[in-house]
């Protein structure tokens, strides 16, 4: 079981719903510090002060050099990509999606000595058609784009992804906690709904409650999907 207590976590998107509530759950976890990046000039807006150290980087996916910097600054043995971008404007989500995704594993690469376990979240999709096909491709190609890092640099990246039924932040959270103690890196997990189960996008083995199983699985949750890259 992978331990978060004092360690370095960075988090993106953490302006987001999500992103706040893994901020004060991470708390209780005692870490020796948590870092925040974004760009839209958010901040965390739970008590920090219960943590050692807070830092919150106001920095754009597509800036490299100064992800790096804070990298090398920080350190993170863990890292958690919330951050994407809905836009139905292809180049803007492509820039963010894609190329962010890609800026922020070159950064990991760069300090990859220390990092335990890095995991890109798939959010529930939401909005227009046309955003929805726009934001559909681009982060099936940042999850591409971390398996491509897995096996050309061996970083320990997972993928987590939820069903668009019955989801919501308590259990996203829950995902999220459970892949990073027990995840390993090459893998990707789905989340699926307590009535629908498991969404049969890939061919897979499906664990419930009641598997025996000799593979990581997340605690916590009633059904998780596990697929090899």
Known sequence: MRQLSDKTILITGAYTEQGQSLLDALVAYHPFCIVSIDSRGETWQGDSGS???????????????????????RRPAIVVHLAQDYSDNPIVAFEHNC??????????????????????????????????????????????????????????????????VDNNTSQSIQAILGVLENGTGGMHYEMGSARDGIMPVWDSKVYDDTSVVNAPRPKGIGRVRIVNY
């Open 99 to 164: 190329r962010g995704t890609f800026n922020l594993l070159m950064a990991v690469e760069a300090v990859k000595e220390t990092a335990e376990a890095v995991l890109l979240y798939k959010q529930n999709l939401i909005g227009s058609e046309a955003t929805l096909q726009v934001a559909e491709a681009t982060v099936a190609a940042s999850q591409n784009i971390a398996k491509g890092f897995y096996f050309a640099y061996g970083l320990p990246v997972m993928t987590l992804g939820v069903d668009k």
């Open 51 to 73: 943590t050692p150290w807070y830092d919150n980087y106001y920095i754009s996916l597509g800036d490299l050099d100064a992800l790096i910097s804070v990298f090398r600054l």
